[in-house]
């Protein structure tokens, strides 16, 4: 079989270049040796933000094309990603407030904001956004970025992918590609364990940590661009206080944290930034970073956290672009590309670097670069479109939500939420037909029916209940061990496979 355009890696750049590609009329194959999103792409701080940090490093370009994405990414997708403001208690023997003033000023107005409201200083004392903070914190700034469900937005960038024609392969693993006849010759493992061989006009990189690896070891090629491998780790406890505001907390290493809402009742906090020098892989969260997050926040808030308080934790390795900075936490969040194309051959493009709120744009350069190779390619066009399940009309996702509530009564007000939240428009692909719970199949907690588990397994990818559990949705925090055995058991029985 042959495709215009191999993708490997299924994570959000891979599934960003997919998305694109499929959608300018290239035939298109994505290779996904595990889950999608199972690498760096389920384990960020799930923002879309500029970055209000990186204007220290004078990463100018790199914010402004953050801040103009997070407006785009925010009508494309206004069910998994929405609006969070953020309160930043001023430590004035950190930054003194006028540099954050004049740090806020350029990020309100490096980009055009339409739908984001802007920043303002805040008084902590005596009100309710100073309520859970030690009392030395009497001043403080306000401003908004966004939340993102970053998992399920990887997911949906595939779906829509798929729906306009690629073909997407979970579970697939490069063994190798060489160039023949100026094509690319690829052999693939697939899920089932057969081995299939397919040619393509062009091959794409996307494979995160593993750029370097599948380059050399894969492909044959070689490059003078690198990654730098940063673990990023983040712990989860129950919610540390009241508000659906964030909380971004200065350390006096100038690294900040964050403190978020998650997951109705909890609060997330990251992360850490370190080097990280063995290969990708697998990766935990450490005891010295889990002490780090845990000093972080004891520095600011009145409530005492231990580790013992901790439900939950996840790191992941950020492939970073390597421009040659000493320290972890100053290396760009920017992105480069290496397009190797010697006259008459087939061209291979491998991406190095990148994050959630740029992937779209990262797309569209990358298919710019390709352009050349594929006279027939449409122009770009995801700057205006809305991914899978957010055209949710004119009213936004509250009204959406209240449609939700009073269409189908039998949901329990948080299982509306969630649903709302995770599918959009679509929700109506499994629930349309319902008049009952009972009319969903077995609930296994949180609302969580085989209808849905359908709905995850045949059109998102879904192939364990790990999937389910820690990238499609957050259920595996709140549903108890009894409950996720049976799942187990019921979705080994369903569709053959085990459950983890």
Partial sequence: ????????????????????????GLKVLLVEQKDLASGASSASTKLVH???????????????EALAERELLLAAAPHIIWPLRFVLPHERSIRPAWLIRLGLFLYDHLARRERIPGSETVRLAGGPLGAPLRDSYQLGFSYFDCWVDDARLVALEAQDAFERGADVRVGAKLIGAKRQESMWTATIAEASGRIDRVAGKALVNAS??????????????SSKKHVRLVKGSHIVTPRLYDGDH??????????????????????LVGTTDVAYEGEPGPVAISEDETAYLLEGVDRFFRRKVEASDIVWSYAGLRPLYDDGSLQASVITRDYAFDLDAPPGDAPALSIFGGKITTARRLAEHALDDLAPFFAHMRPAWTARAVLPGGDLGEAGFDAFLEELTRRKPFLAPRVALRLARSYGSRVWRFLEK??????????????????????LHDHEWARSVEDILWRRSKLGLHLSGAQKAALERAFGETYGVSGG
């Fill in 246 to 267: 964030a909380y971004l907390l200065q350390r006096p290493d100038k690294r900040i944290i964050f403190a978020i809402p998650f997951e109705q009742d909890f609060t």
């Fill in 50 to 64: 500029g970055g209000l940090r990186y204007l220290e490093h004078y990463e100018f370009r790199l914010v402004q």
């Fill in 208 to 221: 995160g940590p593993w750029v370097s690896e599948i380059l050399e070891r894969r492909l044959g090629l």
């Fill in 434 to 455: 319902a008049q009952s719970m009972a009319d969903l199949g077995a609930d296994y907690g949180g609302g969580l029916s085989d209808a849905e588990i359908a709905y």
């Fill in 1 to 24: 079989m042959t495709f215009d355009l191999i993708i490997v890696g299924g994570g959000v750049n891979g599934c960003a270049i997919a998305r694109d590609a499929a959608g300018r």
